[in-house]
């Protein structure tokens, strides 16, 4: 038999670890929604004297490579300080999992997401962080440093897919060097709203397609 | 491991049936010689003779004469044909405006989007919850400068079967031609342009176990349409290419071995897991009109949970079969059959579509009922969703 994914990714799929919620988390966050098609949900316990993950949980709804990447950073993340943890990135459980397909990486790219914000939620509810900046242009490339090209599996920044960025007034203009009609238009659009409409300041999201 | 491997993707791709492999050997071994070639040779004339008596069985089998069928390379380019050779044919003389619906399969839906481009005005009927095209939206849609419209006979993904023949009438009170998309229905449900007041219909050999790259279209005569592929004048110069005789054996000899036993055999599958699936697994829906739907489609949505991990995990149990999932689709867009029922993403991604052939058995439907049974029921423990 021949699958689209690795031997790992397969294993994990099949036999994701660490499955679950943890009731009393000290930090959970859940990433992505049933509309951008995969949504995880991470739970974490945090040691307070080490500041390291004590014990971790995840849930998913999605495809085979988002369990896979999901089962994965928990084991990562298991037994890691805070710091470490937030430094597990998208390339580290690709690579962990032995590789996955490039039009896949949206869907897994949230769960590595998914940690970052468990941590992050649990930081704001121990009081590490400072009260709400101001949305900067540099915070929006960030986010959309995270938005996948499904074309090459890396992310529409750093395959030169966004052509202008423009923030005014809580208004977000995006221009993505890509033809309305490209098969990956719509997937691509729905994906750079999710990622920055949640930012407190943000009012709108404008996404325009000229090629 | 050995798994067996059991296949209810027939609306994607058939099994090619052994009789149809014999009739269409004579035509690469022996008869190889085209039906262009009737003036130069011998051979050309049998090619010629072979290809008429081809082309008169495809076209009987629609109450149809010779001379209103053409063969093409499959229903994407037939579908192409009927749109843009009527469009071609009718922008200067009639009007610019279409008619078609939100779920039609892909080769209607992106002709419609193409025309559009070049200036044509296309009104996209919606559907109901069931799939069905609303008639009086249909009446109020027509105009005078409607040239053409195309609804689907029945569609890919829920198999819910239109009401083609009061769209056809419809369509002629209001003198617009009327093309359908057959291919899901072609031998499965009759159609007979005698009784039914059609002007163009897309058939193909892929779905009922003939060779992939042959289908046809058939187009009343009188019909206006305007060539657009340039080449030779092969099929009544509509459609030019060398002509595919193998490809047209085999097709005649597919048509030729459905029957309405069969078909009512696929029924029964369909009737028997949809009911099952229905009773024995909680939270699920049925796509499509319970129905008034394809025989041999099935098409269930397994809430909370999404349709890749369902689809990957009954293959690695040996059932080959698709889903409406977006992780699943090249455009990484949901399935727009779904939504356009006014399903939501959630209901499109946990949806797998059934669909069965001649060598399917019922113990093979009986079998995957419990295997799906045990997926659902692990995928849903990992799910965030659908928990109190």
């Known amino acids: 038999m021949k699958f689209p994914y690795s031997d790992i990714v397969l294993e994990h799929f099949r036999h994701p670890r660490n499955v679950g919620q943890i009731k009393d988390a000290d930090g959970k966050a859940t990433e992505g929604s049933p509309s951008c098609g995969d949504m995880v949900s991470v739970y974490i316990k945090v040691d307070p004297d080490q500041k390291t993950i004590s014990d971790i949980k995840f849930e998913s709804y999605g495809c085979a490579s988002n369990i896979a990447t999901g089962s994965i950073i928990t084991e990562l993340a298991k037994g890691k300080t805070l710091d470490e943890a937030k430094k597990i990135s998208w390339k580290t459980a690709s690579e962990a999992l032995g590789g996955l397909p490039k039009i896949k990486a949206h869907c897994s790219v949230l769960a590595v997401e998914g940690l970052r914000s468990a941590i992050q939620n649990y930081e704001e509810r121990h009081g590490l962080v400072r009260e709400k900046k101001p949305t900067t242009e540099e915070e929006i490339h960030k986010r959309l440093r995270k938005v996948m090209n499904p074309l090459s599996g890396l992310d529409i920044e750093r395959t030169n897919l966004v052509k202008d960025m423009q923030l005014k007034d809580g208004i977000v203009h995006v221009v993505i060097d890509l033809p309305p009609e490209h098969q990956f238009s719509n997937s691509i659009k729905e994906e750079i709203k999710e990622k920055i409409e949640p930012l407190w300041d943000i009012k709108e999201v404008f996404v325009e397609f000229i090629a | ?388």
């Open chain 2, 1 to 388: 491991m050995f798994v067996k491997r059991i296949y209810f993707d027939n609306s994607a791709a058939t099994r090619l049936d052994e009789r149809v492999l014999d009739a269409m050997k004579p035509y690469f071994f022996e008869k190889y010689a085209v039906a262009t070639s009737e003036f130069a040779y011998s051979e050309g004339i049998d090619a010629r003779e072979a290809l008429d008596e081809l082309r008169s069985a495809l076209a009987t089998s629609l109450g149809a004469n010779s001379e209103e069928f053409i063969f093409t390379s499959g229903n994407t380019e037939s579908s192409n044909i009927a749109l843009k050779g009527v469009a071609l044919a009718l922008s200067k003389k009639k009007g610019t405006h279409i008619i078609t619906s939100e779920i039609e399969d892909f080769p209607v839906l992106h002709s419609a989007r193409a025309l559009e481009k070049q200036g044509f005005q296309v009104t996209y009927l919606k559907v109901d919850s069931d799939g069905f095209v609303d008639l009086d939206q249909l009446r109020d849609a027509l105009t005078d400068k409607t040239i053409l419209v195309s609804i689907q006979h029945a569609n890919q993904e829920i198999g819910t079967v239109q009401d083609i023949h009061n769209i056809g009438h419809i369509c002629k009170e209001r003198s617009a031609l009327f093309h359908t998309d057959a291919t899901h229905t072609f031998t499965r449900i009759p159609l007979d342009v005698r009784q039914l007041p059609v002007d163009l219909v897309t058939v193909s050999s892929h779905t009922i176990h003939g060779p992939k790259g042959i289908g046809g279209l058939y187009i009343r005569k009188g019909t206006p349409i305007t060539k657009w592929m340039d080449g030779g004048f092969q099929e009544f110069d509509i459609r030019p290419g060398l002509e595919n005789i193998p490809g047209a054996a085999g097709f005649a000899k597919a048509v030729e071995l459905v029957t309405s036993d069969e078909t009512q055999r696929l029924q029964t599958m369909r009737d028997r897991i949809i009911d099952r699936l229905l009773t024995e697994i909680p939270n699920t829906t049925l796509n499509g009109h319970r129905l008034k739907r394809l025989p041999q489609n099935a098409n269930i949505t397994f809430h909370f949970v999404e349709g890749e991990s369902i689809t990957l995990h009954l293959d690695m149990h040996g059932y080959a079969v698709s889903t409406g999932s977006a992780c699943f689709s090249r455009s990484l867009e949901s399935s727009h059959v779904i939504m356009g029922i006014g399903g939501d993403h959630e209901r499109a991604h946990g949806s797998i579509r059934f669909t069965f052939g001649r060598y399917n058995t019922m113990s093979e439907v009986d079998d995957i009922v419990g295997t799906l049974g045990d997926i659902v029921k692990e995928l849903r423990k990992i799910s965030p969703l659908g928990k109190e």
